[in-house]
């Protein structure tokens, strides 16, 4: 059973293995996801004790021929595909079937900044760390590993932030004129409410 309508989820202030293993047993049964903002993905630890561990994943390669693999992303979206294959049994017809349904993105690209997305509380860094536990923005570490578009990707939001700042003020003025108007249609027909009523109306 494929799930006729994708769930579209923001990864900002996720934390990585977390996040991964939900989406992972989401994708076994069927559900479309699309993980956008990836770059904003957190992982518990000190920024340098990760970047050594990615480091040493660097040197991990076929001797023969590094090109065999294994293959080393350096996009966070990548990352992160990475990690949810790994969770799945992707050799099997049944593994590889979820996970055609992933999508996974930097930043928020159409049609997807127009959707609305969703959180999973149970991999929110703020509610399952400590406050005084240290974490790594994945964003960061990917820059200083080889990631070329972190400035992009950057800019691109801003210019996305700008341009949903406003729409909100926009349809916040919309309802409010919408609100006044009906008001002002109700003092103005206010003897007719009875009437309405009586046929089951409400003005």
Not at 34 to 39: F, K
Not at 162 to 189: G, M
């Amino acid at each position: 059973m494929v799930f006729e309508k994708p769930v579209v989820v923001d990864c900002r202030g996720h934390l990585l293995g977390r996040l991964a293993s939900l989406i992972a047993k989401e994708l076994l049964q069927g559900q479309q996801v699309v993980a956008v903002r990836c770059e904003q993905l957190e992982v518990s630890g000190s920024h340098v004790r990760n970047k050594v561990k990615f480091l040493q994943f660097l040197n991990k390669r076929t001797a023969t021929n590094p090109k065999k693999g294994p293959v080393h992303y350096r996009a966070p979206s990548r990352m992160l595909w990475r990690t949810i294959r790994g969770m799945l049994p992707h050799k099997t017809a049944r593994g590889a079937a979820a996970l055609q349904r992933l999508k996974v993105f930097d930043g928020i690209p159409s049609p997807y900044d127009k959707q609305k997305r969703m959180v999973v509380p149970d991999a929110l860094r703020v509610i399952r760390l400590k406050a005084s536990r240290r974490y790594t923005v994945l964003g960061r570490l990917a820059s200083e590993v080889g990631w070329k578009h972190g400035e992009l990707v950057a800019r691109l939001e801003n210019k996305r932030k700008i341009k949903s700042e406003a729409y909100y003020k926009k349809t916040l003025a919309q309802k409010k004129r919408l609100a006044e108007a009906t008001t002002k249609v109700f003092n103005e027909n206010s003897e007719l409410k009875p009437t309405l009523a009586k046929f089951g109306h409400a003005l």
